[in-house]
């Protein structure tokens, strides 16, 4: 019950004539024949469609809404659905299907039904946001395009409109044979299961349910409706429900925000779903393949504050335990000597996001002038800069800077957690000297570690990191902004080997990012660590260095090909 890719399905031309010659009796369809799965009045009056469909659907449709049935067939679902809305439209590519359900409804009068006959399910006849419901059954496995389909549906769908989708379910064996033996259902076998449904839907809704559903289609018979009533049971459905033959797919559409860089709307997809480790809300990373930057979506008034407890600053700015905080300043040293390095000079520094201020210590014992910059006030008090250093603020504009005043300006891991990232970078701009260096790093979406965990990868950390980027992202968002590109690299010791690890760890444990719960000093008691504790702990005793090994080795093979866990680049102020 596989994926084939050798098995090509029939095209959508190819499906509306197949369907046309059956209506019209000139094809027949093995033992499941016209009369029986086509005969819409009987297929209105089944048992099994009264129970599994009308009444599965009642919770989702309201009496004013206006539904379309894409796909809609000779109109047996669309004349059940009729009674429970406003008004309902059916659009289906065949033409036969389409003369089928005018007779229907003609022959019940059902005043608030029409249906029309679309010569592409990729380009529907409609305004955009014309439907408050979304209903296809049986469509999506005979899709020649899903996503550009599914693209087209959602944009007539209302915001925050409800999908409902029956299809078929590949699990059960006999549905499976079935149409492993009918052509023009070789679509499902590249469907067909929850997990594919899953990721092929979600770019498009938010899903709220997937069940397997009873409802019996095709042949009619006692029997099988007999076994969907057994397989149904509340003390069967959870050990047998999966050998339903129809999985019933609910969710809403998703309302993208157009890019915050471009304004482009049409292009933008899905990248994630992730979850907050304090908050436990899920939050929704988009991408823009013109910018290739992406996003945490927020609302406007997003209120990101709140999502920065104490518990993620640590106790007196140490977020881990003492060995581990020996690491941090041995690397934030490291940061210095870069600088140091890379500018071949003492001179002034701006640091934003300094936090304790180590790096900043380490440079001014080397001779550079070093004013700071922080958000969090307990981070300052904690650090090791004399009072005046550092300055408190989230808006670097209303420090009013000299301009041309440094000589260095760096953002370690900051550009993500900026509301504004291009009005930090004309602020930073003016106030470097000509010739001036700008250090960068930030988290690589575009990384193998991302690409192993997922929506679970460490470094999305949404909602704190609102922007998320990559090598062509970044340089093009500087280049924009007048910034020359002198120097980049994806490798980070810091960072980079242990976000490798964390991601095989979460390949293997229940628990997701368990490691890194675990070192925290104030997390101890995160749900996360609650939850078979002991299980993942010896779990975690018995991978961790199997994973660390194997974690560096890959780390190092992604840095090589650019696809490291972080983006580091030096950029420079043009010269006159």
């Known amino acids: 019950m596989m994926e084939d890719n050798n098995i090509k399905p029939p095209n959508s031309a190819e499906t509306a004539d197949f369907y046309d010659r059956l209506m019209r009796g000139e094809e027949k369809r093995g033992f499941l024949g016209k009369d029986r799965r086509y005969n819409p009045r009987r297929v209105i009056d089944r048992v099994s469609t009264q129970k599994y469909f009308i009444e599965v659907v009642r919770a989702w449709i309201k009496p004013t809404d206006k539904v379309l ?79 550009r389909t599914l693209s087209e549906a959602m944009r007539v769908l209302k915001k925050n409109g409800r999908v409902l989708i029956f299809e078929p379910n590949k699990l059960n064996p006999l549905i499976w044979l079935v149409h492993l033996v009918d052509k023009n259902e070789w679509g499902l076998l590249k469907v067909g299961t929850p997990r594919i449904y899953r990721r092929i839907l ?87 393949p013109s910018c290739r930057i992406a996003w945490t979506a927020v609302p406007e008034d997003f209120d990101v504050l709140s999502y920065y407890p104490s518990l993620y600053y640590g ?27 890379r500018t071949g000079t003492k001179g002034s520094i701006l640091d934003i996001g300094c936090g304790r201020g180590v790096m900043l210590n380490e440079l001014k014992r080397k001779g550079w002038e070093v ?83 997922r929506d679970n990868w460490i470094y999305w950390e949404v909602p704190r990191h609102l922007y998320h980027f990559s090598f062509p992202g970044l340089n093009k968002m500087m280049k924009e902004e007048g910034l020359e590109e002198i120097d980049c690299t994806s490798w980070s010791l810091e960072f980079g080997p242990f976000g490798m690890m964390q991601a095989i760890l979460n390949r293997l444990l229940p628990a997701k990012n368990f490691l890194f719960f675990l070192i925290r000093t104030r997390e101890k008691k995160s749900s996360v660590l609650k939850g078979n504790f002991f299980l993942n702990l010896l779990l975690l005793i018995i991978l961790i260095v199997p994973a660390a090994l194997l974690g560096l080795l890959l780390e190092s093979a992604s840095a090589m090909n650019g696809k490291g866990g972080v983006v580091r680049c030096v950029y420079q102020k043009p010269l006159p």
């Not at 930073?428 to 250090?439: D, E, K």
Request: charged share 30%.
């Open 315 to 341: 106790e007196k700015g140490q977020r881990f335990s003492l060995p581990l905080e020996s690491f941090i300043r041995f690397f934030r040293k490291g940061r210095a000597r870069l600088i140091q390095g």
């Open 202 to 288: 979600r770019p498009f809704m938010t899903l709220e349910r997937i069940d397997f559903n009873g409802i019996v289609i095709g042949p009619e018979s006692k029997a099988l409706d007999h076994i969907a009533d057994f397989l149904n049971r509340p003390k069967i459905y959870p050990v047998l429900g999966w050998l339903n033959p129809k999985m019933f797919v609910t969710g809403r559409k998703r309302d993208y925000q157009g890019c915050p860089f471009c304004s482009e709307r049409k292009e933008i997809s899905l990248m994630a779903e992730t979850m907050d480790r304090y908050s436990g809300e899920k939050f929704t990373v988009c991408y823009c």
């Open 371 to 453: 004013t700071g910059v922080e958000w969090s006030e307990d981070a300052v008090k904690a650090g090791e800069l004399p009072e005046g250093a550092v300055h408190i603020s989230r808006d670097l504009r209303s420090l009013r800077l000299k301009t041309g005043e440094y000589d260095a300006v760096s953002l370690w891991h900051v550009m993500e957690h900026l509301k504004d990232p291009r009005e930090t970078l004309k602020e930073i701009r003016r106030v470097l000297r000509p010739g001036g260096r700008l250090f960068v790093e930030v988290p690589n979406f575009d990384s193998w570690q991302r690409a192993v965990d």
């Open 69 to 147: 049935d894409l796909g809609c067939g000779p109109g047996s679902f669309l004349a059940a659905i009729a009674p429970l809305c406003g008004e309902i439209v059916g659009a289906d590519i065949s033409q036969q299907f389409v003369n089928s359900s005018r007779e229907l409804i003609e022959g019940l009068e059902i005043p608030n039904a029409r249906t029309l006959h679309i010569r592409a399910n990729e380009a529907l006849p409609f305004r955009e946001e014309s439907f408050d419901v979304l209903i296809m059954v049986d469509v999506i496995h005979h899709l020649e395009d899903i996503p």
